[in-house]
């Protein structure tokens, strides 16, 4: 089955400056990939995700790159500010066009961002 | 966009009672629900996948008859914790797949004392 890498385990950044957490994914037929927030005590929200047919995504602060031949994707944050202080977690499936795929987590980054 | 209510939020119960959790999608028919279980400062694990109608699969090391899975309708699927002791204690999150991407629960604290 799937199993997804998440790097670093805790990150600190001082406001402003970027914040840049890596995943590894070990199956070559996922092709969904998203990101989630997560503060304590709440269900994860998505934050972007993109799929294997594109290389990058962006939204605003926030941005998504794919190396479907490495198979690994990081998430970009920057310009950060104390409010992005959360834990983040990557994931991967087959797709959620595939009935019964589910997302696969990684073990999530926990960012502070220190004003 | 896709909902989905998850309830209760939080529960405390004693040590060999059942608790159940609910999660309903509010504004589109969930055919596949998926089950996490999230310990602190964890990642969120799959226990298993349910199915609307047919019985749920249990990822490798979860107990089926401990953590009954019952998806009888498109909108409902619930997960019944049987004979709960202290180590069942955790925060367990609900996931169905809809239009665009996974759609998640906010979660139940379940404490067993």
């Known amino acids: 089955g799937e199993n997804v890498e998440q790097h670093p385990s805790t990150l600190s950044v001082q406001e402003g400056d970027s914040a840049v957490i890596k995943c590894t994914y070990s199956d070559s037929a996922s092709n969904y990939f998203p990101w989630y927030k997560q503060e304590l005590g709440k269900g994860p929200q998505l934050i972007i995700d993109i799929r294997s047919n594109v290389g990058e995504k962006k939204d605003q602060r926030i941005a998504v790159t794919l190396n479907k031949t490495a198979k690994h994707f990081s998430l970009h944050i920057t310009e950060t500010q104390p409010e992005d202080s959360a834990v983040y977690f990557c994931a991967a499936s087959g797709g959620f066009a595939q009935a019964g795929t589910a997302l696969i987590f990684g073990k999530g980054t926990t960012l502070s961002v220190s004003s | 966009g896709a909902v989905v209510s998850q309830h209760p939020s939080r529960v405390i119960c004693k040590s060999g009672t059942s608790v159940k959790i609910e999660c309903r999608s509010l504004?589109?028919?969930?055919?596949?629900m998926f089950w996490y279980r999230q310990f602190p400062k964890k990642s969120l694990m799959l226990m298993a996948t349910?199915?609307?109608?047919?019985?749920?699969?249990?990822e490798q090391g979860v107990e089926k008859d401990k953590f009954l899975i019952n998806h009888a309708s498109l909108t409902l699927s619930t997960l019944t914790v049987t004979s709960a002791h202290p180590e069942d204690s955790s925060f367990y999150i609900c996931?169905?797949?809809?239009?665009?991407?996974?759609?998640f629960g906010s979660g139940t604290r379940l404490t067993v004392v």
């Open positions: 996931s169905a797949s809809a239009v665009g991407g996974y759609t």
């Open positions: 504004d589109f028919q969930a055919t596949t």
């Open positions: 349910s199915n609307e109608g047919s019985k749920a699969t249990y």
